[in-house]
C-alpha cells in the first residue's frame, strides 16, 4: 500500500515540475515577442504561419498525462491464488421406516486437498438440498464447517427421488445431482 503511495506521489511531483516548466516556457516566450515587439522587430512564427510554441506546450501537457495514466494502469496489483481441489461426498441412509414413510439422514463430507472440510473450521459451506420424487422437498445448511458438519433428518414417501445439491464455498458454486430410490 505504501509503495503505490509513494509512486502517485512521485508521478504527481512529475506532473507539477512539467507543468510549472511549461508554463515558465510560455512566459520566457510571451516576454521574448514582446521584447522583439517592442524593438521592433518581426517576430518569427513557425510552421504555416502557425506559431510552434503554444502546439509544442500542448503537446507536451497531452503526453505528461498520457504518461501518468499509463504509469497508473501499470501500478495496480492483481493477485490470484492456486483454484482449491474440492470434492464433496454426499451421504444418505434409511434410519426408519414407518408403512409408507420412511425417515432418512443426509449429509455432506466436503474435502479440500483431501482433507475433510479442508481440516479447520475456517472453511465456511452453504448447502441447499432439493429432493424431487413423489414429493418435493427443501433444506438449506449455512455455515457449515469442520466443527458444525452438515446433516439432516427427513420423513420422505417411498419412491424414486432425484437429489440435487448446490454448494457454495468462497463464492464458487458446485452442483451435484444423484438419483436415489427410497423404501
Request: no cysteine.
Amino acid at each position: 500500500m505504501s509503495t503505490n503511495l509513494q509512486f502517485n506521489t512521485a508521478i504527481f511531483i512529475f506532473t507539477a515540475v512539467v507543468i510549472i516548466i511549461a508554463f515558465a516556457l510560455l512566459i520566457a516566450y510571451i516576454w521574448r515577442l514582446n521584447h522583439r515587439i517592442k524593438t521592433l522587430q518581426t517576430p518569427r512564427y513557425g510552421f504555416l504561419g502557425k506559431p510552434l510554441f503554444p502546439m509544442f506546450v500542448v503537446l507536451l501537457l497531452t503526453g505528461s498525462l498520457l504518461f501518468v495514466n499509463y504509469y497508473n494502469k501499470q501500478s495496480q496489483v492483481t493477485t490470484t491464488g492456486a483454484a482449491k481441489n474440492v470434492v464433496f461426498d454426499i451421504n444418505y441412509k434409511n434410519v426408519s421406516q414407518s408403512g409408507n414413510n420412511v425417515t432418512m439422514k443426509f449429509d455432506i463430507e466436503p474435502k479440500i486437498e483431501k482433507l475433510p472440510w479442508g481440516g479447520n473450521d475456517q472453511n465456511k459451506f452453504d448447502i441447499y438440498w432439493t429432493l424431487n420424487g413423489p414429493e418435493n422437498y427443501q433444506y438449506l445448511e449455512v455455515g457449515k464447517s469442520y466443527n458444525k458438519p452438515s446433516g439432516f433428518q427427513i420423513s420422505i414417501l417411498s419412491g424414486a427421488y432425484t437429489v440435487k445439491t448446490k454448494i457454495v464455498f468462497e463464492g464458487k458454486t458446485y452442483e451435484y445431482s444423484e438419483e436415489i430410490y427410497v423404501e
